[in-house]
């Protein structure tokens, strides 16, 4: 196991009827602006607990939040934030709006052009207003970790960023704001959560035999509650053990001090950047064709995850690991989400067009060892076509 430094300040509310501790959660002085998405917040009720929890405190709101928040979108969030010496931002929504409040809370103490902090993937941020959120959509785990991806639409330019200062003060996780998702956005959680895992545990051994075996549980949650999940109607346990392994997916804890891929997300980005797929959707086409493609160096991890998660404990090694990334695939199928290029229509120009964006963004490098440069991208990609 390497060394690390493992830091995670986010306090988790979890369960039914916890919108109502946000009247303590929140500073009492606090002269609040909520922010959200489209329409869902509302509709469902959600905003209505929102507003009373906050009772007489100084509350603005922003609405209009897009998945896939743009910078120039959040720009009007910041300027409100200022015009109205506002010091507190709760965040109502996926990861999206949460995202958004984290870009909100480092541009309002920034000074200079508020894309430097994407430019510099997040050093340049030195300070942020503090922010809570309350999660509507598991998926991201944005709720419980510092990182946000912003789009500059003007450009397709999708960048993360990450910080030790946009860490939420609180999240809270009430597993019935679920109830209200389309079917489409429960897949996209499943699949989402599952390749954040992946992305950090399907690398190479390091010995980190807490980090694999809690990788794995996560994993093998998400197989299991799956059918649940994507059921006609809603339960409580499903939704629930979702919503706390999304969040456990990418909270800092099953990462620390393992190697770490990110490539199948890097080139996805790309892929939502310019064909606006969903965030999920453009990991399941990459994360397969990624596997085979790195089946050599992910040698060792590709058996122990076929075996531990999928229970593929024989047959040659190849057949192993060519069984191994087939359950994956089928994992992705099964909830209704296509794992191919084709499927959105695209063919040989895209492959074209998502290297030239990689390169223009730096990508180049990228996995685990490195070694990702734009020959392996095409490779990948011409794999997921
Ligand atoms: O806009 P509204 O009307 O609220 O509708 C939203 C949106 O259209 C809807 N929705 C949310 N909660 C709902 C609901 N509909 C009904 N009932 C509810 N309870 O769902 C739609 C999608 O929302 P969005 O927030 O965009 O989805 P998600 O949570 O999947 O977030 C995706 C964004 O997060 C980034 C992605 O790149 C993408 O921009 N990511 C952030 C990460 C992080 N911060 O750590 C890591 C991830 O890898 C990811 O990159
Ligand atoms: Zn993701």
Do not use: C
Not at 50 to 73: C, D, M, Q, W, Y
Not at 77 to 93: I, K, P, T, Y
Not at 274 to 285: E, F, S, V
């Amino acid at each position: 196991m390497l060394n690390f430094d493992f830091y995670n300040p986010t306090r988790i509310v979890f369960g039914t009827d916890t919108i109502a501790t946000l009247a303590e959660l929140v500073p009492h002085d606090a002269r609040v602006l909520i922010l959200f998405g489209g329409a869902s917040a509302e509709k469902t009720g959600t905003l209505a607990e929102v507003r009373k929890a906050l009772g007489a405190r100084v509350v603005h709101e922003f609405g209009g939040i897009e998945p896939n928040p743009s910078f120039e979108t959040l720009m009007g969030a910041v300027a409100q934030v200022r015009g109205e010496q506002l010091d507190f931002l709760l965040a109502v929504g996926g990861g999206s709006v949460i995202d958004g409040a984290k870009f909100v809370a480092a541009a309002a103490h920034h000074e200079g052009d508020p894309w430097n902090i994407l430019q510099t993937g997040g050093a340049s941020v030195t300070s942020a207003l503090p922010f809570g959120t309350v999660l509507t959509l598991p998926a991201t785990g944005s709720e419980m970790n510092n990182g946000s991806v912003i789009t500059l639409k003007a450009s397709h330019t999708k960048l993360p960023f990450r910080s030790p200062h946009v860490f939420p003060r609180f999240s809270v996780l009430d597993p019935t704001k679920t109830y209200s998702l389309p079917q489409k956005q429960l897949a996209n959680g499943l699949v989402d959560a599952f390749v954040h895992i992946v992305e950090q545990y399907l690398t190479y051994p390091v010995h980190a035999l807490a980090q694999d075996r809690f990788a794995e549980g996560l994993l093998q949650t998400l197989v299991e509650i799956a059918p649940q999940v994507m059921g006609e109607t809603a339960d409580y346990t499903s939704r629930s053990n979702l919503m706390w392994t999304a969040t456990l997916a990418l909270n800092g804890l099953i990462g620390a001090g393992v190697p770490q891929d990110w490539a199948t997300h890097m080139i996805g980005h790309e892929l939502t950047a310019l064909y606006d797929i969903d965030h999920a959707r453009t990991l399941a086409i990459v994360l397969p064709a990624l596997l085979h493609v790195q089946r050599d160096k992910k040698r060792q991890k590709l058996l122990q995850y076929g075996e531990r998660v999928w229970g593929i404990a024989s047959g040659s090694e190849e057949q192993r690991i060519d069984a191994t990334i087939e359950a994956t695939r089928n994992f992705f199928e099964s909830v209704g989400i296509p794992t191919r290029l084709s499927a959105y229509d695209l063919a040989a120009p895209a492959v074209a067009a998502v290297l030239a964006q990689l390169e223009s963004h730096g990508m180049t490098a990228l996995g685990e060892h490195g070694d990702v440069d734009l020959a392996l991208s095409r490779t990948i990609l011409e794999t997921a076509l």
